[in-house]
């Protein structure tokens, strides 16, 4: 048992330096690139999500707007439609998986951290989480996340919050 232990804890302390040694990495990548220090300004993204974006969408130009990106990673509703009567569902899940998963946790944070501020977004969040519970406001809130960080790439500004 000790043996195992102690095989089980060399294995964590090598993994747990390969983080560190990535981590390191990307803080220096995103050092070097405008697009992912762009991308951080947004609450919610960090240095993981803003390579995993860039390395996805570069500059996202392939996109003809903010939807389109959003559509692209699975987090518009469903809709569904027979005769006149049509009504929205769950997320489509479509695209990038690890995108998706790392915005609606970045947007997750979010929810969190929004308690007493007044800036626009963080009022629509609250709004949010009160009509529609955190679940489904974390991925609205992604939802936004994409889009925000779309405009932000294509008018090549940072992001800044605004006062409500």
């Given at each position: 048992m000790k043996r195992q232990l102690?095989?089980?804890k060399?294995?964590?302390d090598s993994l747990s330096r390969r983080c560190v040694s990535i981590e390191k990495e990307l803080k220096l990548y995103v050092q070097d690139n405008t697009l992912c220090q762009r991308l951080m300004t947004l609450p919610g993204v960090g240095i993981l999500n803003a390579t995993a974006l860039f390395?996805?969408?570069g500059n996202a130009s392939q996109f003809a707007n903010p939807r389109e990106l959003s559509v692209w990673l699975g987090l518009t509703p469903k809709q569904y439609a027979s005769g006149e009567?049509?009504?929205n569902g769950g997320i489509t899940k479509r695209g990038n998986k690890y995108l998706r998963k790392q915005l609606i946790h970045g947007a997750r944070t979010l929810l969190h951290r929004t308690k007493g501020k007044t800036d626009k977004l963080s009022v629509w969040i609250q709004q949010i989480v009160e009509r529609r519970g955190k679940n489904k406001a974390a991925v609205d809130v992604?939802?936004?996340l994409a889009r925000l960080a779309w405009i932000l790439l294509h008018r090549n500004e940072d992001y800044r919050a605004t006062s409500a």
């Amino acid at each position: 048992m000790k043996r195992q232990l102690a095989e089980a804890k060399e294995e964590y302390d090598s993994l747990s330096r390969r983080c560190v040694s990535i981590e390191k990495e990307l803080k220096l990548y995103v050092q070097d690139n405008t697009l992912c220090q762009r991308l951080m300004t947004l609450p919610g993204v960090g240095i993981l999500n803003a390579t995993a974006l860039f390395a996805a969408i570069g500059n996202a130009s392939q996109f003809a707007n903010p939807r389109e990106l959003s559509v692209w990673l699975g987090l518009t509703p469903k809709q569904y439609a027979s005769g006149e009567k049509s009504f929205n569902g769950g997320i489509t899940k479509r695209g990038n998986k690890y995108l998706r998963k790392q915005l609606i946790h970045g947007a997750r944070t979010l929810l969190h951290r929004t308690k007493g501020k007044t800036d626009k977004l963080s009022v629509w969040i609250q709004q949010i989480v009160e009509r529609r519970g955190k679940n489904k406001a974390a991925v609205d809130v992604a939802n936004r996340l994409a889009r925000l960080a779309w405009i932000l790439l294509h008018r090549n500004e940072d992001y800044r919050a605004t006062s409500a």
